[in-house]
């Protein structure tokens, strides 16, 4: 087996102790060595430090990413960057200042312009970056893109997304940036679709890339519709619809605003064959002509999986890491039309939303009442919810020429 990949995270809380525990079972498989890690609070993650065994793997641990970089950068091979939205830029420019790929956890950021200084940073590196969107190396997933692409379904004409995810009031009060727009003047976005689902609505954008295996729409124009029932500042609920280059009509409807079982979709569209894609769950294709095949997806880790294709990519066995910044181009673009189109966030009427107590869990929910019909219809038929009971004005069409509105639309949404 070759040398371990040699890695720094940078962070010990929230989802970067995932990466920890993905990182540990991979270094007992000899894959990687984790050296160094830090948080502005370690010594507040002392059980899971032992947990990890951090003393046995001679990890060193760091109060600062700086201090962390200063000591241990020339013996690292890659740093991963799991960190809260806000800080990815400028975590990102130091370590690739130094030389140094990332593993940087999506979203990269959600503000174009920022994404754009991202890519002239990681221009400079030998290796690229890698953006941690955790599906789109499935195998099967692969292999269908392949199949689209030479034909064997017919023109794609159109995809849609359906993923509803319930988060409890707890959900938003995690951190200080749950549910923000703006942290110290700065762009955040916080939202099931430019976050907590944005795998999903990155899958959907790789599904319509035309060009080649790796590619994600061109995106030409975008209408989307925002609203919010938890006490948040930015959104819960997402609906938007996005045309491309290649004539294909996209529709994506999120909520965080529901209540029981968590769903999630992806449908392809095409002339002889409709693709569904669960995650997890279910792949089928049901042929115009009355055939059908349907697979279950393999057991797949994404973090485990997803560091393994990308440290064989950094060794030089692979061309390439599933998603890169510039790849990522496409998504930071449509989460922003989207805002800029919706132009604000409006509460669903109150008649519509009531609380829902989880026993079991002792916790807290808002359901609203209608939403999966408003999803259907939506997707079905592009029936707006605006147009259907929650009382808004059509949104506007939206294309790329409209991004420098970007800053000042979401300083509106924000009050500033």
Request: proline share 5%; net charge neutral.
């Amino acid at each position: 087996m070759k040398p371990p990949i040699r890695i720094g995270i940078i962070g010990m809380g929230g989802f970067a102790g995932s990466h920890h525990t993905a990182v540990a079972k991979l270094e007992e498989r000899g894959h990687a060595k984790l050296l160094c890690t830090c948080d502005p609070r370690a010594s507040a993650f002392a059980s899971e430090q032992q947990a990890w065994r951090f003393p046995a793997r001679g990890v060193s641990v760091f109060n600062d990413y700086r201090t962390m970089l200063d000591a241990c950068a020339r013996d690292l091979d890659l740093v991963v960057i799991p960190t809260p939205i806000q800080l990815h830029a400028e975590m990102h420019a130091a370590v690739t200042a130094l030389g140094l790929p990332t593993y940087l956890e999506k979203p990269p950021t959600l503000d174009h312009r920022e994404l754009e200084r991202m890519i002239v940073n990681d221009q400079r590196l030998q290796k690229s970056s890698l953006v941690g969107f955790n599906f789109i190396i499935e195998r099967q997933r692969l292999a269908l893109k392949e199949r689209l692409l030479a034909g064997e379904f017919g023109t794609l004409r159109g995809t849609t997304l359906s993923a509803l995810w319930p988060r409890p009031a707890s959900y938003f009060q995690r951190n200080n940036w749950a549910g923000r727009l703006l942290i110290d003047d700065r762009p955040v976005l916080d939202s099931c679709f430019g976050n907590a689902m944005a795998h999903f609505v990155h899958n959907m954008l790789f599904w319509a890339g035309e060009t080649e295996l790796y590619s994600w729409a061109k995106l030409t124009a975008v209408r989307a519709e925002l609203y919010r029932a938890h006490k948040i500042e930015g959104a819960d609920t997402f609906f938007v619809e996005a045309d491309t280059a290649g004539s294909v009509n996209m529709r994506f409807a999120l909520s965080h605003a529901c209540a029981g079982p968590a769903s999630h979709g992806e449908t392809v569209t095409c002339d002889k064959a409709i693709l569904h894609y669960a995650v997890g769950n279910l792949i089928e294709i049901r042929w115009r002509d009355g055939r059908v095949e349907r697979t279950t997806p393999d057991a797949f880790d994404p973090l485990e999986e997803n560091h393994l294709d990308y440290y064989r990519y950094l060794r030089g066995e692979a061309s390439r890491p599933a998603t890169t910044l510039i790849d990522s181009r496409p998504f930071v673009a449509l989460n922003d039309l989207a805002h800029i189109s919706s132009g604000r966030i409006l509460p669903i009427p109150a008649g519509f939303v009531t609380g829902q107590r989880d026993e079991k869990e002792q916790k807290d929910y808002l359901n609203v009442a209608g939403m999966n019909a408003a999803i259907e219809h939506f997707l079905a038929q592009g029936a707006w919810p605006g147009e259907n009971g929650w009382g808004r004005e059509p949104s506007e069409v939206t294309t790329l020429a409209d991004l420098p509105r970007f800053e000042a639309t979401i300083r509106a949404m924000a009050g500033k």
